[in-house]
């Protein structure tokens, strides 16, 4: 009856976790967007990082709370740690996913991972759902960004990558490639950029079915302020330092005064308007309002747009997203920012465990690595694909990274059979999941 319980449990949290996995990974994803841009920002010196967000849904006259954010920092400037809350279970909050992010020694982002919660009525227990590697050039700009996406058997496979060429240390071409989910083919995408003033004018965009023939797909047109001041430093600044590639280029609150983003597409031997979005900024150059708008009929009509307020640092304290209906806005989400004003270092979370291994797949060794964010007394162990304990071992995690043999951990690793493993570390307050393969 007990293991009857527990596989409905297990059974309820997937179903839970996998049920809003895209609308919230979404969202997760352009708030991470949005805190990097402003931790990374150099141009306007904001006093503090965020320690908590606020998500609330408008639904029928008024805001209702729907999900919290929580952001841990290792130091002033970088983020190392976002967990997100979401309400999936009626009048209660459970963490959903989380992210960590890893850096280089130039404070350049080299890794993110967005992990789910497979076990949202209990401790959580994380498991990878998507991942990204950002490599850099031995001048520290930015070449290669790898994605990867979990599978049904939740192993993460490579589903795209970006690639980026330099021309006398001025970004040329952004290559792409990436897997189609519906017809399980690799689609293929180059951008082109041109440049006036020293500032990104066009990114023009093809697209290939193998890399070799392009045919114009559409460009994106940039607009500045007749004050901008930036310079081609300052879009390769963001590019080397920014979070998700490419992303970020042309994002709110990255000191580049861009009035307008306007896309085309490449139709009829002819560009035909279909999108833009319009920026406006307060006299203290904050980014007051995004409006984004759809072209039809010959003209440009409303569908979203995101207005932001501050504090006197020039904080975000809030952002409300609305929806053009009717001939009027429609508020549908707002996230309210809390800051710390005592101490710009939000503490790193004393919870935090990860692991990591290498190679994966492995023959009959491998090399495991588990970062702890104190000294603390851990376990970590090993189960089949049917959730059966194969071995366990107890040890003392020190701050930091930890580097063990998996034939250290556990005895007889070479002799297992080829399949899929888990492996599972955890302390007093959180476990974390690795699928690890082994071959032969």
Avoid at 277 to 287: E, N
């Amino acid at each position: 009856m007990k293991r009857l319980v527990c596989v409905l449990i297990l059974m309820v949290s997937v179903v839970l976790v996998f049920a809003i996995t895209q609308e919230q990974i979404q969202t997760g994803k352009k708030m991470l967007g949005f805190i990097q841009t402003m931790s990374q920002n150099h141009h306007m010196e904001r006093s503090n990082n965020p320690s908590e967000g606020l998500l609330e849904d408008y639904s029928e006259g008024e805001w209702v709370e729907s999900g919290n954010m929580k952001f841990w920092y290792d130091n002033q400037n970088m983020m190392t740690q976002v967990i997100t809350y979401n309400q999936v279970i009626p009048d209660s909050f459970v963490a959903i996913m989380k992210y960590d992010l890893a850096y280089n020694s130039n404070n350049q982002l080299t890794e993110f991972i967005l992990s789910m919660n497979s076990n949202p009525l209990g401790t959580p227990i994380w498991i990878e759902f998507l991942k990204s590697e950002n490599v850099f050039s031995p001048d520290n700009h930015l070449i290669h960004t790898y994605n990867y996406e979990c599978d049904e058997n939740f192993i993460l496979f490579c589903s795209g990558r970006n690639h980026f060429t330099y021309n006398n240390g001025i970004m040329e071409t952004m290559y792409q490639w990436s897997l189609d989910e519906d017809t399980n083919e690799i689609e293929y995408m180059k951008s082109e950029f041109s440049y006036e003033n020293g500032r990104i004018n066009t990114m023009t965009n093809y697209t290939s079915t193998d890399s070799l023939d392009w045919l114009l797909s559409d460009k994106e047109t940039w607009a500045y302020d007749a004050t901008d001041t930036s310079t081609y430093n300052d879009i390769q600044y963001m590019l080397d330092h920014g979070i998700m590639g490419f992303q970020v280029i042309g994002n709110e609150f990255t000191g580049i005064r861009i009035t307008s983003r306007t896309q085309e597409t490449w139709l009829d031997d002819a560009w035909m308007n279909e999108s833009r979005d319009v920026y406006s900024y307060s006299p203290q150059w904050d980014m007051v309002s995004v409006y984004s708008e759809n072209y039809y009929d010959n003209a440009w009509s409303f569908e979203e747009k995101t207005d932001y307020t501050y504090d006197e640092n020039h904080n975000v304290t809030t952002q409300t997203e609305s929806n053009w209906f009717d001939s009027d806005w429609m508020p549908s989400q707002r996230y309210t920012y809390t800051y710390e004003t005592s101490n710009n270092d939000v503490s790193v979370n004393h919870n935090m465990i990860s692991i990591k291994s290498y190679p994966n797949p492995f023959f009959n060794n491998a090399s495991i690595q588990i970062k702890s964010a104190i000294n603390s007394k851990i376990e970590v162990s090993l189960y089949d694909i049917k959730g059966r304990k194969v071995s366990s071992s107890k040890c003392l995690a020190s701050e930091g990274d930890n580097n063990y043999n998996l034939n250290h951990l556990f005895k007889g690793v070479e002799k297992l059979s080829s399949g899929i493993y888990f492996l599972k570390v955890s302390n007093n307050h959180e476990t974390y999941c690795k699928k690890i393969i082994k071959i032969k």
